[in-house]
Nanobody, 115 residues
Framework: QVQLVESGGGLVQAGGSLRLSCTASGSIFSINTMGWYRQAPGKQRELVAEFTGGGKTNYADSVKGRFTISRDNAKNTVYLQMNGLKPEDTAVYYC?????????WGQGTQVTVSS
């Protein structure tokens, strides 16, 4: 099992910044993908950014140039730096890890962007 604990959400005005953190514990060996998804009210959960096997990154088109995913392997932690936040970025953000075909989720952290 993999446990994921997120932090860093909150309320921010449009144009502001937030940084989310996600720390993994448990059976973290062989995690091959780790990143962030989000779910807005009434919408499906969607990919925001992730590290895939080999250290490559994927970003949703809607966040490219504004959000940056990074990681600290020594701390088993992935970060999401969010700049230039827009009201449409308002959602619950979930950390995700994938290991041997199994998907793991954090509890989610609320990000609210006011206009």
């Amino acid at each position: 099992q993999v446990q994921l604990v997120e932090s860093g959400g909150g309320l921010v005005q449009a144009g502001g910044s937030l940084r989310l953190s996600c720390t993994a514990s448990g059976s973290i060996f062989s995690i091959n993908t780790m990143g962030w998804y989000r779910q807005a009210p009434g919408k499906q959960r969607e990919l925001v950014a992730e590290f895939t096997g080999g250290g490559k990154t994927n970003y949703a088109d809607s966040v490219k140039g504004r959000f940056t995913i990074s990681r600290d392997n020594a701390k088993n932690t992935v970060y999401l730096q969010m700049n230039g936040l827009k009201p449409e970025d308002t959602a619950v953000y979930y950390c995700n890890a994938q290991r041997w075909g199994s998907w793991y989720w954090g509890q989610g952290t609320q990000v609210t962007v006011s206009s």
